[in-house]
């Protein structure tokens, strides 16, 4: 998207099934695992940027030998950093044994993430900056193999005051900020206690079973536990995607299906979505448990997974995207008043293509259908030059904005940093007839509008087209989220300010303050859960009218050519992304009660000037 958003951050789990000494056999290598692990984590790369951790559990290590190790990074590179120092350490031992790589119980023994149990995650951080003591996995130390835990997710949870209340923990400083942290203490509380109750005989399923129902969030989680025990679940709304596989040799989990079909080399139907409220549980002496630990609810599984966030590379979302696309082609030939003879279609920026394919696709069957029926209104009277002219008219496409990737807006001062932001984006010069031709540009969504407006638009405008069309394959962005996605601040939301606009356009302003005042009624009733009120604020406005608004907001001052703003319907969207029906960033519809506290509490923000984050 051109507007940046926070990602969700990505989750790889492996369990080795058989003894390192089969994977030197049968791979030629005992670092199998791991080089699995690293393309699973560089192939989610896509879902996590300020940081990444490793962390591993050895089976069957003698009392006093270190079982449990763990490493992160917030490096530029964290994926390449991370596997660098591991390889780092075989290569330092290998000085002095250099055919150590051929035993594999040495190598076991002596190279400190060469475990049958590997979790990896890969961050973009909600909280703490690039810090990187916020990078999972987090861990738990103790004398006592089953007392410790590594836990690492993609998830928010915002309930964690009341998670550290419940257990009787003083958070710390760092706690506070780690909803994380509040997600370990619980599962690790219940843990220990059920290892005090049958020392020796840990029951997982029983222990998630009490922990989990207590996270009010969207989440998929993994962990390991230091006796050998190890566990996927996933929130019982399956907000936050979560796939596995199982073979012989192994069982991976990861949080994007074509991840792991691309590294195992298995179909599409070999790889199992983990459903809502499901745990995917693995003893240590290697028995595989696939469980309900949450009643499941409502599916309200992630859309902007099929948008933008998972890669296109899997074949479902890659249909799904094309068919966002392909909905929006009614809407568009509107607008341009079907001529597409002076109508030049493309798209910004990379990750709207396979939208735009779908686009094209609809503007094509349109025309086939114009041609077919011109050519049969034209009975007898056919010359091989109408026809041909016929035949040949196309859809008009080119490739109008190039990101320029070697641009950094380094500058600070506003003046001359919004200089800089210009020239993010280049364009292709000589493509579009001057004020005779519409300029038609695709996005995959419009979250704050900035870079639309400080770049894309100014850039297009340089090309002098009768008129600028921007449209966006996903619907009107409206409410924060909550539940992976960093968009916690209403006042980001160009969609929001579109109708604080229009509320002082029509002399509203009033309205802002009741709502306020509703909010803070609620607050002080500790009922800020029970309902969304910031839908008020949008209730007096049609969703064209936002659409309008917003298209006056994203035109730089002084541009006199003419810019409209499409979007996707909802209903169009649950059209071509059917089983990922969450929705609530468009519509207001929070899946858990947390949702609704966090978007007033978000308003309460806006309205009392406070710039943070509603949960």
Not at 451 to 480: C, D, F, W
Request: one cysteine or more.
């Amino acid at each position: 998207m051109s507007d940046e958003i926070k990602h969700e951050c990505g989750l790889a789990f492996i369990r080795l099934r058989k003894p390192f000494s089969y994977y030197q056999q049968q791979y030629g290598t005992v670092m199998w695992g791991l080089n699995k692990l690293y393309l699973l984590m560089e192939k989610q790369h896509n879902r996590g940027q300020d940081g990444a951790g490793v962390a591993a559990v050895k089976l069957n290590v003698e009392p006093g030998y270190p079982f449990l190790n763990r490493i992160r990074s917030n490096a530029n590179q964290p994926i390449a950093d991370i596997f660098t120092k591991i390889n780092n350490e075989v290569k330092e031992l290998e000085q002095y044994q250099p055919d150590l790589l051929r035993h594999p119980g040495l190598m076991k023994g002596h190279i400190s993430f060469i475990g049958e149990l590997l979790l990896g995650h890969l961050r973009y951080g909600t909280q703490g900056k690039n810090n990187v003591e916020f990078c999972h996995p987090f861990i738990k130390r103790n004398t006592i193999p089953a007392h410790n835990l590594a836990l690492a997710g993609n998830f928010n949870l915002v309930n964690t005051d009341e998670l550290f209340a419940l257990i009787n923990v003083e958070p710390g400083d760092f706690q506070k900020q780690s909803d994380l942290a509040a997600m370990m203490e619980v599962i690790h509380h219940f843990a220990v206690k059920a290892d005090e109750e049958a020392p020796g005989n840990l029951d997982v399923l029983k222990i998630l079973r009490k922990a989990v129902p207590l996270f009010d969030g969207g989440f998929t989680v993994g962990g390991l536990i230091g006796n050998g025990d190890s566990f996927v679940f996933r929130d019982a709304n399956g907000i936050r995607p979560a796939y596995y596989y199982i073979d012989d040799d192994v069982i991976v989990a990861a949080s994007e299906r074509s991840a792991i079909r691309t590294v195992f080399n298995v179909g599409e139907n070999e790889v199992q979505e983990l459903m809502p409220g499901m745990g995917l549980i693995v003893k240590a002496d290697g028995n595989i448990i696939v469980d309900q630990i949450l009643q499941p609810k409502e599916r309200r599984a992630c859309s902007f997974e099929r948008i933008y966030f998972s890669r296109g590379s899997d074949e479902k979302i890659y249909r799904e995207r094309n068919a966002l696309g392909y909905n929006l082609s009614d809407q568009i030939l509107s607008a341009v008043n079907h001529d597409l003879k002076n109508t030049i279609f493309s798209f910004i920026p990379n990750t709207a293509e396979v939208a735009f394919y779908g686009l094209q696709k609809g503007l094509d069957d349109y025309l086939k259908k114009v041609k077919i029926q011109r050519i049969l209104s034209w009975g007898k009277d056919i010359t091989e030059e109408k026809l041909s002219e016929m035949i040949n008219r196309k859809v008009r496409v080119e490739k109008i904005a190039i990101k320029d990737v070697k641009m950094r807006t380094f500058i600070t001062a506003d003046t001359s940093r919004n200089e800089m932001v210009q020239h993010v984006y280049d364009i292709t010069y000589g493509t579009v007839e001057k004020g005779k031709d519409t300029l038609v540009v695709i996005d995959d969504s419009i979250v704050r509008g900035t870079t639309l407006k400080e770049s894309i638009v100014r850039m297009l405008a340089r090309l002098e087209p009768k008129k600028i069309i921007v449209v966006s394959s996903a619907p009107q962005i409206r409410y924060p989220d909550c539940y992976g996605i960093d968009m916690s601040k209403l006042g980001d939301f160009i969609a929001f300010r579109a109708a604080i606009e229009l509320m002082k356009d029509k002399g509203k302003e009033n309205c802002l303050q009741e709502v306020y005042e509703k909010c803070k009624e609620l607050q002080r009733l500790d009922q800020l859960h029970t309902e969304n009120l910031v839908r008020l604020v949008y209730k007096p406005f049609t969703t064209e009218e936002i659409s309008d608004k917003i298209a006056q907001l994203i035109t730089p001052k002084g541009l006199t050519i003419p810019v409209q703003v499409i979007f996707q319907t909802i209903e169009s969207l649950h059209r071509a992304c059917p089983t990922n029906t969450g929705d609530w960033y468009f519509t207001g519809n929070y899946p858990t009660p947390g949702g609704n506290r966090v978007v007033n509490k978000a308003f309460i923000n806006f309205m009392e000037g406070k710039n943070v984050r509603g949960y």
